[in-house]
């Protein structure tokens, strides 16, 4: 019944290593959206897709890139994780932007050691 | 720009009390706010959402609030319950802005 899953639910990366995390729906939504949320801190957008049409956060560090090859799955690279960015990624989802609800995944949790 | 923030960082309830979780935004012309309870360790999940054309909305034991006047939001939770036990967001407009979270402790 999982409609935004994501994998892995936890993952261990060595600093300066890419890592990908993995986001996929079944809600056959157009948005989707990935967020990093470090410890006792509010979820911070990073970027999201409008169907192909990547969207940027102005302060996203270049580190951070997306890929969403179709609309079922999006995916989260981290080129070269360093230590401050071990945080929980979050995949959401939504129909269309503006006035909808999101879905969101249970989130991984990034170690980098 | 838009921002929005939460007047308490962790609010403590008496089991079977009611809940008030309040937030403030400062974009008049936001039109679509979101409360999401988020527990440890799990993602966002959506409890209630309230459009501006409307100043209140109920749902199961939880009614959401909004001023548009004074750009205030508030999420009341009805008789809480242990598994209340979360942080709460609230989300204002299209590109989810989430507040910085109050944590809702229950106490027995």
């Known amino acids: 019944d999982a409609m935004v899953i994501q994998n892995p639910r936890y993952q261990v990366t060595q600093f300066g290593k890419p890592v990908t995390l993995s986001c996929s729906q079944t809600?056959?939504?157009?948005?989707m959206y990935w967020y990093q949320q470090k410890s006792s801190q509010a979820p911070k957008l990073l970027f999201h897709?409008?169907?192909?049409?990547?969207?940027n956060e102005a302060d996203t560090p270049d580190n951070f890139q997306s890929r969403r090859p179709n609309t079922s799955f999006c995916f989260l690279d981290i080129r070269s994780p360093g230590l401050g960015d071990a945080a929980m990624y979050l995949c959401?989802?939504?129909?269309?932007?503006?006035?909808?609800?999101?879905?969101f995944g249970s989130g991984t949790r990034l170690t980098v050691v | 720009g838009e921002s929005v923030g939460l007047h308490l960082p962790t609010l403590s309830v008496q089991e079977g009390d009611n809940s008030i979780i309040n937030c403030a935004y400062s974009?008049?012309?936001?039109?679509?706010f979101i409360w999401y309870k988020q527990e440890s360790g799990k993602g966002p999940q959506f409890i209630i959402d309230?459009?501006?054309?409307?100043d209140k909305r109920q749902g199961q034991r939880v009614t959401v609030l909004l001023n548009k006047t004074v750009k205030h939001l508030s999420l009341q939770i009805a008789a809480t319950q242990p598994g209340d036990s979360a942080v709460y967001f609230c989300?204002?407009?299209?590109?989810?802005?989430f507040g910085k979270g109050t944590r809702l402790h229950i106490l027995p």
């Open positions: 974009n008049s012309a936001s039109d679509y």
């Open positions: 959401a989802t939504s129909r269309e932007r503006g006035n909808n609800g999101y879905t």
């Open positions: 897709y409008y169907d192909k049409d990547f969207n």
């Open positions: 809600l056959n939504h157009n948005v």
């Open positions: 989300v204002v407009n299209d590109k989810i802005i």
């Open positions: 309230i459009r501006s054309n409307m």
